[in-house]
């Protein structure tokens, strides 16, 4: 990873400036990633705090927890927490506004109290789909499930607290810290020849060893804040999606007995509760042309995942 110059002057001291950087759900897919990659990053102290450290179920006690934690100006908190269930958010809708809409909004003002900033992450659900090109931040957000509400409303919160604050939309989350789709596909054809996954269900894949890399450039204060898009660049299904992991498993010498994905319709999944959006690729042009990065594709993330993939 590129290391990063976080250098603060002080008319007082010569000693360099340390940013502190809290990443709450730090046992999670992308948290893990977050928490193990920037400790490499020079200049900055990451605090990687778990359910157990910071409970967004309890909104009142979540913020008193996190205001145990001595940070302030020059510094970030970064929110990967939430209820992601989006079936399990239909069926408790209360827990879900209190861990994705009422906990990041005390979170985002008591980061803006301290002149910190927040990066919160975000989701593509907050979109219907209806759209046949990619969502850009200026596109009006019309959630179909409960989760997306919940998530939107948690945007919107962050984003009222502070102008520093930064919500990043993410989507299809994958990665080694925890199981996800790609995951659940590889294993299933290692004992069985036949997989099948939904073709008409559109986004793009985020791999969170490049979220790691790119999220960084949130940490340099000079980037503005307010709403970002940020995936590897592309667009597929989850067919695609689920058949291409299968040939960069088996390129890679695992013993997969198929790489063939039978179509199924979103419309078939009947044990679906939540109505998901059927395309909600995000545009990723806003971050490239703030930072300078230019994601890769999501194809050369999964190979590269696969390169070193064990069950």
């Given at each position: 990873m590129v290391?990063?110059?976080?250098?603060?002057?002080?008319?007082f001291s010569l000693q360099p400036f340390v940013m502190k950087v809290l990443i709450l759900g730090s046992n999670g897919r992308l948290g893990s990633a977050l928490a193990r990659r920037w400790k490499e990053l020079p200049d900055v102290n990451v605090v990687a705090l778990t359910r157990a450290d910071i409970d967004l179920t309890d909104p009142v006690k979540a913020e008193a927890s996190l205001a145990t934690h001595e940070f302030g100006s020059g510094d970030v908190v970064v929110n990967c927490a939430a209820a992601t269930d989006v079936d399990g958010c239909e069926r408790d809708r209360e827990a879900a506004a209190?861990?994705?809409?009422?906990?990041?909004?005390?979170?985002?003002?008591?980061?803006?109290?301290r002149g910190a900033r927040l990066i919160h992450i975000g989701t593509d659900y907050v979109?219907?789909?209806?759209?046949?090109?990619p969502y850009t931040e200026e596109d009006d957000p019309k959630p179909?499930?409960?989760?997306?509400?919940?998530?939107?409303?948690?945007?919107?919160?962050?984003?009222?607290?502070?102008?520093?604050?930064?919500?990043?939309?993410?989507s299809w989350v994958f990665g080694p810290d925890k199981p996800?789709?790609?995951d659940a596909i590889a294993k299933r054809a290692l004992t069985s020849p036949e997989a099948a996954a939904v073709h008409d269900k559109t986004s793009a894949p985020s791999y969170t060893e490049d979220m790691a890399v790119w999220l960084a450039a949130f940490l340099k204060l000079t980037v503005p804040g307010g709403v970002y898009h940020l995936c590897n660049s592309g667009t597929c299904s989850w067919r695609d999606y689920g058949e291409y992991a299968l040939e960069c498993a088996k390129k890679n010498g695992i013993p997969v007995l198929t790489t063939t994905v039978a179509p199924l319709k979103l419309s078939d999944m009947k044990?679906?509760?939540?109505?998901r959006p059927p395309r909600t690729?995000?545009?990723?042009?806003?971050?490239?042309?703030?930072?300078g990065i230019t994601p890769r594709p999501w194809q050369e993330a999964v190979d590269e995942y696969f390169s070193t993939w064990r069950p």
């Open positions: 290391g990063m110059n976080f250098l603060q002057p002080s008319a209190r861990i994705n809409a009422e906990s990041p909004g005390r979170i985002a003002r008591l980061c803006a109290v979109f219907d789909g209806s759209l046949d090109r179909l499930s409960h989760y997306g509400l919940t998530k939107l409303e948690g945007d919107r919160e962050v984003l009222t607290a502070s102008s520093l604050h930064c919500v990043v939309r993410v996800s789709f790609v044990g679906f509760i939540a109505v690729a995000l545009d990723i042009s806003k971050f490239k042309r703030v930072t």
